[in-house]
């Protein structure tokens, strides 16, 4: 690793490579966050739609007698 003094960009390169790095980091962190909230809700929304359309075929089966179940 190589001293930062020896570094031609100076103070302000040094500040803006740290305020890149932050932003990135807070950029993943963001993209983590928005995918975390939407495993469960796409799991929920998933199970929701599996459950509507299983009582939706029991009833239609109730209805007409057809041999779907």
């Known amino acids: 690793m ?4 020896i570094l031609p960009q100076g103070r ?3 500040r803006r490579g740290l ?3 932050r932003r990135t980091a807070m950029a993943t962190l963001e993209i983590v966050m928005v995918l975390g909230a939407m495993f469960p809700l ?3 929304l998933f199970r ?3 459950e509507g ?3 939706y ?3 239609v089966a109730n209805v007409v007698g ?3 179940m």
């Open 19 to 21: 305020a890149l790095r």
């Open 66 to 68: 057809s041999p779907l």
């Open 12 to 14: 302000r390169g040094v």
């Open 48 to 50: 929701l739609i599996g």
């Open 2 to 5: 190589i001293p930062r003094s």
């Open 42 to 44: 796409a799991f929920l």
């Open 57 to 59: 075929h029991s009833h």
């Open 53 to 55: 359309l299983r009582m």
